[in-house]
C-alpha cells in the first residue's frame, strides 16, 4: 500500500514553481501577482485566505489581500472585482467563499473576468474545462489529477466511481477523468445519495473519489482489493482526547480500507495540502498568458 | 415495448411552440427570429438548414439563411457573427457545422454571444449547463431529456450507461442525468472506446444512451430485459434494394434488442427529428429573454 502523499507533493509543485518565478525574474518577466477577497470574519475563511498568501510568500508571487467587511454590500463587491478585473499587475484573483447570505454567490463568480479566474468556477472555464480546451481546471480536481499522475496511477480503461456529484469536486472529476487527457480516459460512474446499490457499484471500481462529506463513510467491505482511493472529505469530530478538541475524519474509514488499498490519500495530508499548490500553478499560468 | 416516437412529440412540440407564438402576437411581443449561417455547399448541411429554416416557418417564427460561400475567410465570417450579435432583431442564431478547414470551428463559436447562443455550444453555456443554471441545452441532449420526460420514463435512481463521450452528446448526457432535476437523478456510467468489459456494464444498465457512431453495436445479448434504449447514432448504409440506394442504421440492432426493451427509440423517427424541435424551443426561450 503507497500513501499518496499530498503534503510532501504539493511542497514538491511548491518547488517547482519557485525555481520557475526566479526564471521569470531573471528573465525580467513580471512577478506573478495574486489578489484574494475576503468578505467578513469567518474563522476557518481567514485561515484560507492566510494560508494562500503565505503559500504565494513561500513561491515569490506577490500578493493582495483585499479584506471587506461583513456588510459590504454586493454593488460593492461588484465593483471591487471590476477594479482587479482592469488592474494589470493583478494576474489572477479570488473571491474566498462563502459569501455572506445578502450577496448572490453564483452573480459575483459570474462577474470574475475569466482570464484572471485562477479558482476555475466561472461557467466559462467550467464549459472550457467540459469541452477540454485549456482552462483553469478548479484547485481540488486539478490536485487530485496532479497527485494520481506523479504517482503513476494508471487510469486509461480503469474503472473510476466518483461517489458524490457537487459542482467542486464530484461533477468535473467525473467530466475530467472520463475526456482523453494523460490522466483520463476511464470508465467513470458518478453516484450520489438517489444512487441504489452504491456498494455494488464501489466493489467494480478500480479508483474511487469519495466526495460525499460523510465521516469514515467508505467502508472495507464496499472496496475490491488493490483498489485507489482519493479522500476528499474532511470533517471536524469531537474528540476530547486531542489537545484543540477535535480530530479530522475523510468520507473513507481509513484503518480498515488503507489494508485493501494499492494507493491511498490520507486525511489530513492528502487532496487537501494539493489544492493550495494547484491555485498558484494557475496562478502562474494566468501570469505567463496575460504578460 | 413502447416506441419513443421522436416524430409525434417533435410535432407535438411544434404545435405548442404555434400556439405560444400566435399568444405573442396577440400580445403585442416580439414574434421570435431565428438566424442560420451556413458557409459552402455541403448537401447534407444545405439539408438541415432547410429544414430549420421550414420548421421556424411551421411554427410561425421569422426566419433569416445566411448563405456564404466555401471560400469566405474566417474574419468575414467573424465579422457577420458580430453583426448578428448586434441586431436587435435576431433573437438566436446558430452557424452550420462541419465549417471548411481553412476557418478554426472553436474561435467561431466563441464568437457567438451566449444570450443568442441557441444551439448551447458556446463555453460559458456548456458551463452553465454542468453547473445546472438556466441556460440552452444544446438540442440532441435536450431532445432526448424531453423524450424520457414526455413518455414518463423514470430516471431517479436508475443506472444510466451512455456509450460514447462527444461533446455533442455523450459527454452533456452524463452531465446532465446525474444532476437534480426532474429528469436526472440518475447513476451514470460512461463508457468510450477505451471501456474495457462494456457488456459487463451495459448488462447492468436500466438506460443505455447509445451514441458512438458505429451502426447496430449495440446487441441484445449486451442488454437485460426491460432496459430503456436511446439510439442516438445514424448511419448511412448501401443498400441497393432501396430506391435512394442507401437505408440509416442506428448504433442499436433494433429488431433483436425492442424484444427485451421497454422503451426504445426508432431510427429514423427516434432522437433525430426531436433535435429541430429543441432548437425551437430555445429560440422562443431566448426571444422570450431578451425582449
Same mark, same amino acid.
Given at each position: 500500500?503507497?500513501?499518496?502523499?499530498?503534503?510532501?507533493?504539493?511542497?514538491?509543485?511548491?518547488?517547482?514553481?519557485?525555481?520557475?518565478?526566479?526564471?521569470?525574474?531573471? +528573465?525580467?518577466? /513580471?512577478?506573478?501577482?495574486?489578489?484574494?477577497?475576503?468578505?467578513?470574519? $469567518? #474563522?476557518?475563511?481567514? !485561515?484560507? =485566505? *492566510?494560508?494562500?498568501?503565505?503559500?504565494?510568500?513561500?513561491?515569490?508571487?506577490?500578493?493582495?489581500?483585499?479584506?471587506?467587511?461583513?456588510?459590504?454590500?454586493?454593488?460593492?463587491?461588484?465593483?471591487?472585482?471590476?477594479?482587479?478585473?482592469?488592474?494589470?499587475?493583478?494576474?489572477?484573483?479570488?473571491?474566498?467563499?462563502?459569501?455572506?447570505?445578502?450577496? +448572490?454567490?453564483? /452573480?459575483?463568480?459570474?462577474?470574475?473576468?475569466?482570464?484572471?479566474?485562477? $479558482? #476555475?468556477?466561472?461557467? !466559462?472555464? =467550467? *464549459?472550457?474545462?467540459?469541452?477540454?480546451?485549456?482552462?483553469?481546471?478548479?484547485?481540488?480536481?486539478?490536485?487530485?489529477?496532479?497527485?494520481?499522475?506523479?504517482?503513476?496511477?494508471?487510469?486509461?480503461?480503469?474503472?473510476?466511481?466518483?461517489?458524490?456529484?457537487?459542482?467542486?469536486?464530484?461533477?468535473?472529476?467525473?467530466?475530467?477523468?472520463?475526456?482523453?487527457?494523460?490522466?483520463?480516459?476511464?470508465?467513470?460512474?458518478?453516484?450520489?445519495?438517489?444512487?441504489?446499490?452504491?456498494?455494488?457499484?464501489?466493489?467494480?471500481?478500480?479508483?474511487?473519489?469519495?466526495?460525499?462529506?460523510?465521516?469514515?463513510?467508505?467502508?472495507?467491505?464496499?472496496?475490491?482489493?488493490?483498489?485507489?482511493?482519493?479522500?476528499?472529505?474532511?470533517?471536524?469530530?469531537?474528540?476530547?482526547?486531542?489537545?484543540?478538541?477535535?480530530?479530522?475524519?475523510?468520507?473513507?474509514?481509513?484503518?480498515?480500507?488503507?489494508?485493501?488499498?494499492?494507493?491511498?490519500?490520507?486525511?489530513?495530508?492528502?487532496?487537501?495540502?494539493?489544492?493550495?499548490?494547484?491555485?498558484?500553478?494557475?496562478?502562474?499560468?494566468?501570469?505567463?498568458?496575460?504578460?
Amino acid at each position: 500500500m503507497i500513501i499518496l502523499d499530498g503534503k510532501k507533493t504539493s511542497s514538491d509543485i511548491k518547488d517547482e514553481i519557485t525555481q520557475e518565478v526566479l526564471q521569470l525574474k531573471k +528573465d525580467g518577466r /513580471k512577478t506573478p501577482h495574486l489578489a484574494a477577497i475576503i468578505v467578513g470574519n $469567518d #474563522g476557518a475563511s481567514r !485561515t484560507y =485566505v *492566510g494560508a494562500k498568501v503565505k503559500a504565494c510568500n513561500r513561491v515569490g508571487f506577490h500578493s493582495t489581500l483585499v479584506e471587506l467587511s461583513s456588510d459590504t454590500s454586493e454593488k460593492e463587491l461588484l465593483s471591487k472585482i471590476e477594479e482587479l478585473n482592469n488592474n494589470n499587475e493583478i494576474d489572477g484573483f479570488i473571491v474566498q467563499l462563502p459569501l455572506p447570505k445578502h450577496i +448572490d454567490e453564483q /452573480k459575483i463568480l459570474m462577474a470574475v473576468d475569466p482570464n484572471k479566474d485562477v $479558482d #476555475g468556477f466561472h461557467p !466559462t472555464n =467550467v *464549459g472550457k474545462m467540459a469541452l477540454n480546451l485549456p482552462t483553469f481546471i478548479s484547485a481540488t480536481p486539478y490536485g487530485i489529477l496532479e497527485l494520481l499522475d506523479r504517482y503513476h496511477v494508471e487510469t486509461s480503461g480503469k474503472h473510476v466511481v466518483v461517489i458524490g456529484r457537487s459542482h467542486i469536486v464530484g461533477s468535473p472529476m467525473s467530466i475530467l477523468l472520463s475526456q482523453k487527457r494523460k490522466v483520463g480516459n476511464a470508465t467513470v460512474t458518478i453516484t450520489h445519495s438517489r444512487t441504489q446499490n452504491l456498494t455494488e457499484i464501489t466493489l467494480k471500481a478500480d479508483i474511487i473519489i469519495a466526495a460525499l462529506g460523510i465521516p469514515e463513510f467508505l467502508t472495507a467491505s464496499m472496496v475490491k482489493d488493490n483498489v485507489t482511493i482519493i479522500d476528499v472529505g474532511i470533517t471536524r469530530v469531537e474528540d476530547s482526547s486531542k489537545k484543540n478538541g477535535y480530530r479530522l475524519l475523510g468520507d473513507v474509514a481509513f484503518d480498515e480500507v488503507s489494508k485493501k488499498a494499492s494507493f491511498i490519500t490520507p486525511v489530513p495530508g492528502g487532496v487537501g495540502p494539493m489544492t493550495i499548490a494547484m491555485l498558484l500553478k494557475n496562478t502562474l499560468l494566468a501570469s505567463k498568458m496575460n504578460n
